[in-house]
């Protein structure tokens, strides 16, 4: 359909005004990212020349004698993901298994409708929620009770303040649920119908089929929904910011406090009074977004293959 | 349904984006002229935006309320956004005042674009609040508990070196939470400049400015933030501006000054700090351990940053002209929530270099 | 399909394999059950302090000193208001017009290049929006302004925009715009006014759930907008939102500022629940309609 146009664009004059213009509303966008792309870099450049790659491996985070090293941050930003994925993976399979392949048909619209409102609420109600219901059931109850079950482990040791990695995880998890789960859900509904037939007539239970079929199938799809989630893991800031108790340390211990890349910038990149604290923070930034510039062309990469081979599987 | 429904529909809903999009604009552009009506002076409305400190927060906060009242043509909006936050954006020059409690140092003076005034505006003690079972009010502590509690060193609140200090005070055995900001702030430097005076340790291991290393601890913003934090988390030990924990009923520790005596932080306690320091002529001074019987030793003055040379002349004359109420009529505010007024030595210096401050080569003030 | 399911039900299976259905099939239901908690008890305390803590001060009042009772936050109601209402400006003409391109020339290398441009936007954290425009308007134009609020805000808007857009286009059936041509129209009046009618509905569904994702932001205000505590009367001075207002009040001491931080997490999510509900509503009368 968009091959036909060269003589009608010849032919007319409004088709081609109207053409340019909307080619440069379009080139927007990618005007946009690579001026993202710039200018971190240019407010990162005093700290890149001071510190260069040794930056992502040191620890300190000390304005007054101006060392600034990356990894506290790195490393917050990566475990309270990952304590968000070890949640939210398994559950929101479910959920999405549940809704295309288990749920009587009239559950599936308002069941489907509540996980996704649960993505339309903003962050920082979820801080809210955080601070006051959250933090204070993990404090009195939850990590109490870990402690003296499994306090000899180092995850589950120190005092327990609620504020810390193990809030911010939790938080993350419950954000990054529905983006998981109505992912996958698309992309399980994207298996076409008569693999699930195919195996049913085999005489497999639903969960054989699912197993054995649906998932094999859609299997990048749901990696790519997995990356989805860790992207907005990595990137949310708020909700993160209220709870995880913002302390710039590397601590085995899940009742810590911890510090988040995204969580830092909002904290100090308004305040920073030092030239190399402010670029150290717009590096913290660049990092934070190579990082999930490069994750979300994975995960689009993911689904979009499944949906591929999804319409043409339904055209065989 | 219908066939034409989707062209129907697809009308009414433009139709519907358009009109919410006019209505929101119709909002912010009306707004204005029916805002503006409504203040009675005839002066032309001028808007001043400030950011900075959380320490004198509530005095601000206050203190532009009533102003707005006598000067309903002046608006001052002041944020809360931490010390740093305030030298960082009068350094930018993207407020017209900045707020803090940490002053400019050198080096960063000389890269300005123009010639940045320390104005004082009030005097503010740093308390150390707790939030222990039975809230007992009456805690002592020595310079050098409170240095080993930040540093991490004391973990416990039944620690002998707490214990020894009181005698009658029944501690539980409870790990200490510290507390501490996230943000660049001005009572972190007044807390961790004290802390650099009366412990060696503190001052080679983490030393003092708005943001500092903090060897233990969890971070929350803005003096709201730890009060807050303080507040929900039995155990926790935090550093807020006294009016904070006024306000929340939160317990301050006395503590224990440079001549011995352990000193609560009172009105009478800071305005004495101030008097046993002399003040230069740029008010550039730090009244932490300040000499004297009665000083309560965390003290310090707080002030607000604005540039002598006013570009706009309407908001230079409306600062000068807020600065010279704020410590004239403005300091009585401040006892009500904790705040000590200015020495009277040192208005009178205030007042001649408020009267230096231009706009465009003549003095802005209108008095 | 229940039919099938019972058949396969009622087919005699070794017991293994059928509790090994049954325990997966518990799972699942377990994980969506599971799923839901948050979600109940975080619109559960939403609404029970909100609206307790919910009067008519607080939606028509301005905020009072630090530390007094009363008050409201009717600025920062206004304030989101204002501020989508310049994302929107912004947002949606350019997300709109970036999705016609995709969807009528979307087989260039060009057209590739924005819409992975466009998915890979879409996820780039807000705050770090926030600190691109902070750097872009708010350094260079030296103040926090409401536009520097909006401008982010609309960044953040493009892309779903876009993309939905794109995508709705594609849904218009061929036949449609053939019969516009072959009437002689050219085609840009052809894309406009037949095939860009056609979709909108949908197109309104995507951009308000783009609207209700933009109203709900915090993080990159709190590098542009700032905050404010007056009326918003002009465009370029700080500006007061109700995220940033309830993230402040939420990070306080002051219980009257927790019971105003619910209040306006209430208005805040009815406000996104409603641009939510009437962005399905659209779609189904979409569906309905074919």
């Known amino acids: 359909m968009a091959a036909d146009t060269h003589e009608t664009r010849t032919a007319n004059r409004g088709d081609l005004v109207f053409q340019r213009l909307i080619v440069v509303g379009a080139v927007v966008m990618v005007v946009l990212l690579a001026a993202i792309a710039l200018e971190l870099t240019r407010e990162s450049r005093l700290s890149l020349s001071a510190s260069g790659v040794r930056f992502l491996g040191s620890t300190a985070w000390d304005p007054v004698k101006e060392l600034f090293g990356g990894l506290p941050f790195i490393y917050g930003t990566l475990v309270s993901s990952f304590l968000a994925l070890l949640v939210a993976v398994p559950v929101s399979l479910g959920v999405a298994i549940f809704l295309v392949e288990l749920a009587p048909s009239w559950l599936r619209g308002p069941v489907g409708f509540m996980v996704e409102l649960l993505a339309a609420l903003p962050s920082v109600v979820y801080g809210l929620w955080g601070i006051f219901v959250l933090v204070p059931w993990l404090r009195g109850g939850v990590e109490p009770a870990l402690a003296r079950s499994l306090g000899f482990l180092p995850f589950f040791s120190g005092p327990s303040q609620g504020f810390g990695m193990l809030a911010g995880g939790l938080v993350l998890s419950i954000m990054i649920l529905p983006t998981i789960a109505s992912v996958s859900r698309e992309v399980l509904r994207a298996v076409p119908n008569w693999l699930r037939e195919g195996a049913l007539a085999l005489g497999t239970t639903r969960w054989e089929m699912i197993r054995g079929t649906v998932l094999p199938f859609a299997r990048s799809g749901i990696i790519g929904a997995v990356i989805l989630g860790l992207g907005r893991a990595l990137g949310e800031t708020m909700a993160v910011t209220m709870v995880i108790g913002n302390r710039p340390k590397i601590a085995a211990s899940l009742f810590a406090p911890g510090y988040t890349m995204a969580s830092v910038i909002a904290n100090e990149y308004t305040e920073a009074t030092g030239d190399l604290h402010l670029s150290a923070l717009a590096e913290i930034g660049l990092l934070l977004f190579a990082v999930t510039l490069a994750l979300n062309a994975l995960a689009r990469l993911l689904v979009w293959r499944v949906s591929r081979v999804a319409v043409q599987g339904s055209r065989r | 349904m219908s066939r034409k429904n989707p062209f ?269 320091v002399a003040v230069p002529a740029d008010f550039r001074v730090s009244i932490t351990n300040a000499p004297g019987e009665k000083s309560y030793p965390i003290s310090a003055f707080t002030w607000i940053l604005i540039y002598q040379d006013q570009k706009d002349a309407a908001k230079g004359t409306a600062m000068v002209d807020f600065l010279w109420w704020a410590i004239h009529d403005g300091q009585k505010l401040g006892g009500v929530l904790g705040y000590a007024p200015l020495p009277a030595e040192v208005v009178g210096k205030i007042e001649a270099t408020l009267q230096t401050v231009t706009t465009g080569g003549k003095p802005a003030l209108s008095k | 399909m229940n039919s099938r399911k019972n058949s396969v039900d009622r087919i005699a299976l070794p017991g293994r394999r059928k509790i090994t259905d049954l325990v997966v099939r518990t799972l699942c239901l377990v994980a969506t059950l599971l799923a839901l908690v948050p979600l109940l008890s975080l619109l559960q305390f939403v609404i029970v302090r909100g609206a307790g803590g919910l009067s008519w001060d607080l939606l028509t009042q301005l905020p009072r000193p630090v530390g007094e009772p009363g008050g409201g936050m009717a600025n920062a109601i206004v304030g989101t208001l204002v501020l989508v209402g310049l994302a929107s400006c912004v947002g949606i003409p350019l997300g709109i017009t970036t999705g016609i391109y995709l969807a009528e020339y979307g087989h260039t290398r060009t057209a590739r290049v924005v819409r992975f441009s466009a998915d890979v936007l879409s996820g780039v954290p807000s705050i770090i929006v926030g600190m691109f425009v902070y750097g872009l308007m708010v350094v260079t134009m030296k103040r926090f302004s409401a536009v520097a609020g909006g401008v982010a805000l609309a960044i953040l808007m493009l892309p779903t925009v876009a993309r939905s857009t794109e995508e709705l286009l594609k849904l218009v059936p061929t036949s449609l715009r053939e019969a516009a041509l072959a009437l002689g129209v050219p085609r840009w009046r052809a894309t406009l006014r037949v095939v860009l009618r056609t979709a909108a509905p949908g197109i309104a569904t995507g951009v308000m759930l783009a609207v209700a994702r933009a109203a709900g932001e915090t993080a990159p205000l709190l590098f542009t907008a700032l905050n404010s505590r007056f009326w918003p009367t002009s465009l370029d001075r700080p500006i007061a939102s109700l995220p940033v207002q309830i993230f402040t009040y939420a990070i306080s001491p002051y219980e009257e500022w927790h019971r105003q931080a619910w209040a306006a997490a209430l208005v805040l999510v009815a406000l996104v629940l409603i641009l939510n509900v009437a962005a399905r509503f659209f779609v189904r009368h979409r569906t309905d309609a074919r």
């Not at chain 2, 020059?93 to 010639?115: E, I, N, Q, R, Y």
């Not at chain 2, 308390?127 to 009456?138: F, M």
């Open chain 2, 8 to 276: 129907t529909m697809a009308a009414s809903v433009a139709r519907a984006c358009v009109l919410v999009s006019v209505l929101a604009l119709a909002v912010c552009l009306l707004w204005c002229p029916t805002c503006e009506a409504k203040g009675n002076d005839p002066g032309k409305p001028v808007s001043l935006e400030g950011a900075g400190a959380t320490f004198p927060y509530p005095l601000y906060s206050k203190w532009v309320f009533e102003y707005g009242r006598i000067h309903p043509n002046v608006r001052i909006n002041y944020q809360s956004i931490g010390s740093g936050g305030g030298i960082r954006q009068i350094s930018e020059g993207t407020v017209d005042f900045g707020g803090s409690d940490a002053f400019v140092k050198d080096g960063a003076l000389v890269k300005l674009p123009g010639k940045l005034l320390h104005i004082p505006t009030t005097l503010g003690a740093v308390v150390i609040t707790y939030n222990l079972p039975g809230s007992p009010s009456n805690m002592k502590l020595s310079p050098e508990v409170i240095a080993g509690v930040f540093l991490g060193e004391i973990i416990r609140w039944n620690d002998s070196k707490i214990a020894a200090l009181n005698p009658g005070l029944k501690l539980p055995d409870a790990l200490i939470g510290v507390v501490h900001r996230s943000d660049g702030s001005g009572t972190t430097a007044v807390f961790t400049d004290y802390l650099s005076k009366v412990s060696p340790a503190w001052s080679e291991k983490v030393g003092s400015g708005t943001s500092v290393s903090w060897p233990i601890g969890l971070g929350a913003k803005g003096n709201e933030g730890v009060t807050g934090q303080v507040k929900s988390t039995p155990g926790s030990v935090g550093y807020v501006e006294l009016v904070y924990a006024k306000q929340n009923g939160l317990p301050y520790a006395s503590i224990r000054n440079s001549s011995g005596a352990f000193v609560e932080p009172t009105l009478e306690g800071v305005s004495a700090a101030a008097a046993g």
